[in-house]
């Protein structure tokens, strides 16, 4: 989690550089499958501490959630779009990757992302598709679609867990990450679930999220929810300097008061 503890503040209350501002920035989550199909993968995630001083114009783009499918013969849910943030003459960037599109209901492993997808459901008894691989850093594996009667796929990888394994039903989507901002807690970038024979799983609710596969018998896969990048700056150094129209949230705990933005479109921001 973040370091709670507030820098950039001398002994007398007055602004001091260079301080540190936290960052979490997630890609677009993978669009899942159809019909059986397998969840998308979360977007790539990373959670960093970054000193910084004044003047620094920090870009952000944030990648979209990838399509899920809505038809036979389409192939894998498509991937998420990648996420960005990095300082100009500061020398910090990062990029995270789009999560994994969830397999294709016939037979079709999951795509690899920051996040893997996972496989689609195994219709004739072939074997068991495997899940996508996630990158290492910023997300999970996705799981092995599963068969049966109940044509059920596996679930994309989350943040902080691996996707699970189909079974009778599609398998869950792997866990996101929880922060905590303004008393209120939010999960970012969870797996999507896999498809099966009972039910249209629902759509992301937070950044970051994969699509759930969609319901066996032209049941369609879920869109993947965009990315989001996060920036939690001590209130005393920050300077209103944004594009974007970033959300901000002020709050205050036990080590000082802090403004967050919220960018869930692409922007810009100025230490």
Known sequence: MFNSKLIGTNAGGGASYPYDMNIFIAAGGGGGGYSGGGGGGAGGAIEATHSTESGIVYTITIGSGGAGRTGFNQGNGENGGNSTISGTGSGYGVTVTGGGGGGDPTEVAG????????????????????GGTGIAGQGNNGAAGGGGSYYSAGGGGGKTTAGSTAGPYGGLGGSGIV?????????????????????????????????????????????????????????????????????????????????????????????
């Open 111 to 130: 795509s690899n992302g920051g996040s893997g997808g996972g496989g689609g459901a195994n219709y004739s008894y072939n074997g068991y598709p495997a």
């Open 179 to 271: 922060l905590s901002w303004d008393n209120t807690s939010n999960e970012y970038s969870k797996g999507g679930r896999g498809g099966d024979s009972f039910n249209n799983y629902g759509a992301p609710t937070a950044n970051g999220d994969g699509g759930a596969g969609g319901k066996y018998s032209n049941g369609n896969g879920q869109n993947g929810a965009d990315g989001i990048c996060i920036l939690r700056i001590p209130t005393n150094l920050y300077t209103g300097t944004t594009t974007g129209s970033p959300t901000v949230t002020t709050y205050s705990d036990a080590d000082g008061d802090w403004t967050v933005l919220f960018y869930t479109a692409s922007g810009s921001y100025t230490t």
